[in-house]
């Protein structure tokens, strides 16, 4: 058979992602523009994101640091009632069945609390929480600067070397409830040495939200410390 | 589990490239980094593609390994755990594959038609 037309083979060698990671690149310019730093918080459920960012948030305001929150979850708008009794601006993005956040919706919500009056202009610090997932989330960026991977001590020390994906797509790998670390004997040095097998140079920092401990170490990376 | 996701991307990356002529198949490539998982991105693939111009186009997976390269053995080594090189051990952040999600071509049923 002889084809008369065009080839039957059309190369596109384009990313998958492609659109989500355009609408990131003009996030990311648009964040660096307005001067303030945007993190994506990546984790399991109930690693214990919402508390620490409630007690981030609240350093932050004694610290003079003006932060703001975009809160996903498939369904309720509990997290953004708990953190904006924080007196910081936060909208909720109720993401239906989706698993993890896209560029698009962050671009969608930004424009939105602009028009509510908040300005990134006047923002040090915007927090991106993802949608509690230890997988999708890391296949989307969504323009920030630092990509925060959370990891609570219940969780075992092996946690990074079943999600590696998501932990070497991380900048900043945070520990959370250390205030527990005694009653579930947890091995700080097992889950550095797994880190550092799947994520290598990534910063660990150990935290807890009850306690404050590690908080304002975390503050400083986020603000564009060593990272 | 957002492959669906993915295949809708897919979906429109071949749509925006070839418009509305019917798809025979899709090839694409997946890395083991990439967060997608290739068995999920194919049981997902006939419902997302099912009454879009890809309706019935076979979608084949290049299943792309996690390659790094390894300064202490000198050349570039598939890690079985994590960065961790297979023959000495060395962790490397100098990662040579696996973090692939491409659409890389499309074989089309009937010859092109110039597109305007």
Known sequence: MTSVGGPRIVELRRGVLEKNDRVAAALRERFRASGVRASNWVSSPGSGKTALLERLMARAAQRGVSAAALVADCATDNDARRLAATGAPVRQIVTGSL???EAEMVAAHVDAMESAGTLLAD????LLENVGNLVCPSSYDLGEQVRVVLLSVTEGEDKPLK???TFASSDVVVLTKGDLAGAVDFDERAVRHAVATVAPGRPVVATSARTGAGVDVLLDALLGGQT | MHEVSIARAIVSAVVDAVGDQAVESVEVAVGALSGVA????????DVTTSGT?????????DRVPTTVFCRRCDRVVAPDLGFVCPTCGEISTDVRSGRE??????????PAVPRP
């Open chain 1, 99 to 101: 698993c993890h956040l």
């Open chain 1, 123 to 126: 923002l040090d610090l915007l």
């Open chain 1, 163 to 165: 999600y590696p994906q």
């Open chain 2, 38 to 45: 290739p068995v999920a991105l194919e049981f997902v693939w």
């Open chain 2, 53 to 61: 111009t890809l309706d019935g186009a076979a979608l084949v997976v």
């Open chain 2, 101 to 110: 999600l491409d659409v890389r071509r499309a074989r089309l049923r009937e």
